[in-house]
């Protein structure tokens, strides 16, 4: 199914050439759904643009494309407005037809990309022997909807997870797990060294106290770089359980990763030093050696280096990042490369990316693109943290969510005066705690910082989760009342639109493809988030003005094909958030 502004765009595309010659071939028409009913359901502002350029009057320039526009079989006549912008109003056939066949289409008439490319989405990255805190909370969900909406587009993704699983930190974690636990260290040890976090932070302590301790955990990390048995045994239990209780996280939030840490990359970096001084990038600064990217200086106004190998000959985030830029590029074929990390890193990104294309290490026509996002704030407007002042725990975090959607559900249950199984209650708390965590940050523009709130993420009222899974919950309600299968509803049976709220709810419906390749494009879930609450929205006026299960026929047959397409359209856009519908709540 083409997309309605696909079609829109085409016949403006012949009606300028028409008009004014091929010159003006592929210019963008403009086009703008409207928010007013009274202006139609799209408005063309290219006249105004054209105004310079054909040194005319932008409405007499409106005129001369409205003469050559032919979209008789689309909209009723177009109508000039204001200084020369051209409104549209589809017809209501028209309207139907598209409806019709999105209702027939698994995929909501969401055309797959012509050209799939490559995708890698590198997000989440939490450090090992650290626990996973709120500060990994936006990469993780962000980068994961991200993902889903590229993989539905048809792009094939692949998803990294750059975990922190390689540098000094490792000596003085092996030098404590030899000395506080070597029964780990032993063949098949199946050992628990218990909560890693105290672990770390045992380890850090003897670090900064013990100068003895200091000088063998430098030692240990030398053995781990140099292939050490032991030191590599170590290593491999600190990430295999970091990985194990990284795993229930992701399992819990619904999130396909794969990790692929800094530790992969290390027998790739010697040759990114190698080649950048080959190609004469390469500069010794302070017994360092940098690139000197274009236009970053410090805060003196200095040229501000890229260290890519350190004094002590030991190597930096950038040269793994570089390594990283070529094994992506030239051995997983990737065409677009999207840095799911938080906006404090994008200057490092431009300057990696700047000596990556200096290197001639970007391949012609891949796109590298730093994806950066805000930090979450308590409040009081201050980065997020416990009463303590310790950094939230992103399970702690979790379950408080899932806890407070439980006693709104128990509360609720208990005034409805309605019997719910425990296994009904605590689903219903985990789909709608987590839901609304999700989308409360999805929500946000991805680059502000967004305020975190249980309160308002929870609430059944205004732009969150439980008010989108609640508008699903309502055309579920319909079919268990009405006894009504909307799979089995007669196959010739279509929707007719009458009543204005219908109207508005059909609009809205005709516009996900766009929204969605959007997403896609420009990397806002916000985007998508802001389509499903209007659509919310609509649904619900529509539910309140029209009745669905006691209209005649056939009207209600087509007002349940509406509910239908609806709830559809709904499922599949909570699903690209990574967020579960519920069929009661």
Not at 111 to 125: A, N
Not at 263 to 268: E, G, I, Q, V
Not at 451 to 472: Q, R, V
Request: charge should be negative; proline fraction near 4%; include cysteine.
């Amino acid at each position: 199914m083409k997309s309605t502004l696909a079609q829109l765009t085409a016949r403006f595309d012949q009606a300028l050439v028409a008009a004014f010659g091929a010159d003006l071939a592929g210019t963008d028409p403009m086009l703008v759904a409207t928010s007013n009913p009274k202006f139609g359901d799209y408005q063309a502002n290219l006249a105004m643009s054209l105004a310079k350029p054909l040194k005319g009057n932008p409405r007499a320039i409106a005129a001369q494309i409205v003469e050559q526009l032919d979209i008789s079989d689309l909209c009723e006549p177009p109508e000039i407005a204001g200084p020369g912008f051209i409104n549209l109003r589809f017809k209501t056939a028209y309207l139907e037809d598209q409806l019709r066949a999105m209702q027939a289409d698994p995929r909501l008439g969401v055309e797959p990309v012509k050209t799939p490319q490559k995708v890698i989405v590198d997000f989440s990255s939490p450090n090992i022997a650290k626990e996973m805190h709120v500060g990994h909370l936006r990469s993780t969900i962000i980068g994961d909807s991200i993902a889903r909406v590229q993989e539905f587009m048809g792009n094939d993704v692949l998803r990294l997870n750059h975990v922190g699983d390689w540098g000094t930190q490792f000596g003085m974690l092996i030098t404590h797990l030899k000395e506080a636990c070597p029964e780990a260290l032993e063949a098949d040890s199946k050992v628990d060294i218990g909560d890693l976090v105290a672990f770390y932070k045992q380890a850090k302590k003897r670090f900064d106290d013990d100068d003895n301790f200091r000088t063998r955990s430098r030692e240990a990390v030398v053995g781990l770089q140099a292939g050490d048995a032991i030191a590599t045994k170590a290593w491999q239990t600190l990430c295999n359980q970091s990985r194990h209780e990284f795993q229930k996280l992701y399992d819990r939030l619904d999130i396909q990763i794969q990790e692929r840490g800094e530790s992969f990359y290390n027998p790739l970096l010697a040759d990114v030093v190698k080649d950048l001084a080959s190609l004469g990038l390469l500069v010794e600064d302070q017994g360092a050696k940098v690139v000197f990217a274009d236009g970053f200086t410090n805060k003196d106004g200095d040229p501000l280096p890229l260290i890519i190998q350190k004094t002590d000959g030991g190597y930096n985030y950038a040269t793994t990042d570089l390594a990283a830029i070529r094994y992506r590029t030239q051995q997983d074929g990737a065409e677009r490369v999207l840095y799911v990390v938080d906006a404090g890193q994008g200057s490092h990104f431009a300057q990696v990316f700047q000596v990556a294309a200096k290197a001639g290490w970007i391949p012609d026509g891949v796109e590298l693109t730093h994806v950066p996002f805000g930090v979450v704030q308590g409040e009081d407007g201050k980065k997020f943290k416990t009463r303590s002042g310790d950094t939230v725990k992103l399970k702690d975090l979790l379950d408080e969510a899932v806890s407070r959607a439980r006693t709104d559900l128990e509360s609720r249950i208990q005034a409805e005066e309605r019997q719910e199984t425990e296994e009904f209650i605590q689903d219903v708390a985990e789909a709608v705690g987590l839901g609304a965590v999700k989308y409360a940050d999805l929500s946000q523009n991805r680059t502000s910082n967004y305020i975190f709130s249980f309160d308002k993420m929870l609430a059944l009222a205004g732009n969150t989760a439980p008010y989108m899974l609640y508008a699903y919950v309502r055309v579920q309600g319909i079919s268990r009342k009405g006894d009504i299968d909307f799979d089995h509803l007669p196959a010739e049976a279509r929707i007719h639109l009458e009543d204005d709220s219908e109207f508005a709810l059909a609009r809205h419906l005709l516009q996900l493809d766009e929204v969605l390749e959007e997403v896609a494009q420009d990397l806002y879930p916000s985007r998508l988030c802001q389509y499903l609450f209007e659509l919310s929205q609509k649904f619900n006026q529509f539910y309140d003005r029209c009745s669905v299960l006691q209209a005649a026929e056939p009207q209600r047959t087509s007002r349940l094909l509406l509910c239908d397409l609806t709830a559809k359209t709904l499922n599949l856009g909570l699903s690209l958030l990574g967020i579960r519908v519920l069929e009661r709540m």
